[in-house]
């Protein structure tokens, strides 16, 4: 592994591991996969915004919605990993 | 301008009355309105009201209108005004559910309105019967109604938004001068982008007919409508979603100003029949905690569309849940429109 890879493999894995907790936190539900759907799981707006928000609190950004809203958790956190990732890139360079 | 300067001059409710459908209990019946029941379920709903076959939204408001009148000790000739707000689709083109409710109601000659504007209705609405009769020197009693009677021919209650939807009808009798649930102020806006949100594209002007093949289970629900509107601009996507929430907490603070009062001596938020961390999203900025709100009546009612607030609060009040004194803030959105009004119970 590159160390230029190491750093966004650990995010992209933080992301979903925060990701999986926070929903099942705030939909009640012990077990939720990456492969779970947000919505399908009883997620709605109100819950989506809560979830963008620990999200930002934590990485500093939010949730593309579309993505929460239209595919799995794990693809919507990676959405997310990958902005994280490029705006720190385009920080640094 | 407040709406109500003084209790002599202002206007307050002085009843109300109810007619709700046959309950349902919603996990007994979801699996007949979705593939996934399960979701359905856990938006926590219990049961929710389903209007006979034959029972029109007008049966419902009449019921409803009636027991008002009764409990005010009033006849329906000693209505000056008559003001009726439909959140569903309407019975018929070419018709008025005003009028038509003062025929029921054995009215022969009064003023009417029909509002038809979505689930805020029942809040914005009372901004039309104050103003009505502040315009009226003459006018003291207006019975204003709320109904919301699904069409599940063109509407599954179970998928359109993220609610069970639920037929009610809910009446109130406001009297000039009556001191007590006085209706303090009304503050909204309309944002027209919104204008086509929930939009039916078919029985109107345009698109008399359904597709061949419709089926209403098979009907776009609100998410879809959203995604069309919002495709590939996730920014858009989150304010708009943001949005819903701050904008109540502007409409009332909008309403508390109009008023003259301080937002902070608001005790109690009603807002729709949502989940409850919808109703926690409204109320949390203003401070007021969940029990304080209508986070219990919603899964006992499901969402009866602009009913929802008038009945919370005429239920919370016969319950001995808002006391004497405190502000009640009630507030709604509709189809790009949001509202409040505040009542001095």
Redesign the interface.
């Known amino acids: 592994m590159s160390i230029a890879h190491h750093p966004r493999t650990t995010l992209a894995e933080e992301v979903r591991t925060a990701t999986l907790a926070w929903v099942a936190e705030?939909?009640e539900e012990p077990e939720v996969e990456l492969e779970d759907s947000f919505?399908?799981?009883?997620g709605?707006?109100?819950?989506?915004?809560?979830l963008?928000e620990y999200a930002k609190e934590r990485f500093g950004d939010?949730y593309?919605?579309?993505?929460l809203?239209?595919q799995p958790l794990g693809r919507a956190a990676d959405e997310l990993s990958a902005r994280l990732t490029a705006a720190a890139t385009a920080e640094a360079a | 301008m407040a709406q109500d300067t003084n209790a002599a001059t202002g206007f307050g409710i002085v009843s109300f009355g109810y007619a709700f459908g046959e309950d349902q209990d919603v996990a007994a019946v979801a699996a007949d309105y979705v593939d996934d029941p399960d979701r359905v379920l856990k938006w926590g709903y219990r049961t929710f009201h389903r209007a006979a076959a034959g029972v029109t939204g007008t049966d419902l408001a009449r019921e409803a209108g009636q027991q008002a009148l009764d409990r005010a000790g009033i006849t329906a000739d000693a209505v000056d005004l008559v003001v009726v707000a439909t959140t569903d689709m309407p019975e018929y083109s070419y018709w008025d559910a005003a009028s038509a409710l003062a025929r029921e109601l054995k009215i022969e000659r009064t003023q009417t309105l029909w509002l038809n504007e979505g689930c805020g209705a029942g809040v914005g609405g009372l901004f039309y019967v104050a103003s009505t009769l502040a315009a009226r020197p003459e006018a003291d009693t207006a019975l204003f109604v709320v109904v919301n009677r699904v069409s599940e021919f063109h509407r599954n209650r179970m998928n359109v938004i993220n609610t069970v939807l639920s037929d009610a009808a809910v009446a109130v009798v406001v009297r000039r001068g009556h001191d007590a649930n006085r209706i303090l102020a009304t503050e909204q806006f309309t944002d027209p982008e919104y204008s086509d949100l929930l939009r039916l594209d078919f029985g109107g002007a345009v698109q008399p007919l359904p597709p061949i093949g419709w089926d209403a289970t098979d009907a776009p629900s609100a998410y879809d409508q959203v995604r069309e509107q919002f495709a590939g601009d996730p920014a858009k996507l989150r304010k708009f979603i943001g949005e819903r929430y701050t904008r109540l907490v502007e409409v009332i603070e909008g309403a508390a100003a109009r008023a003259g009062v301080d937002r902070r001596e608001i005790a109690h938020v009603i807002y729709l029949n949502d989940v409850s961390t919808s109703i926690a999203a409204v109320a949390t900025p203003l401070g007021v905690p969940l029990e304080r709100t209508n986070a219990a009546v919603a899964p006992g009612h499901g969402h009866m569309g602009g009913a929802d607030q008038l009945v919370s609060l005429g239920l919370q009040l016969e319950r001995g849940e808002l006391a004497a004194g405190e502000l009640v803030a009630l507030c709604g959105i509709s189809t790009g429109r949001w509202a409040a009004s505040l009542i001095r119970v």
């Open positions: 705030l939909l919505l399908e799981l009883g709605h707006s109100a819950l989506a915004l809560q963008g939010e593309d919605l579309m993505v809203f239209e």
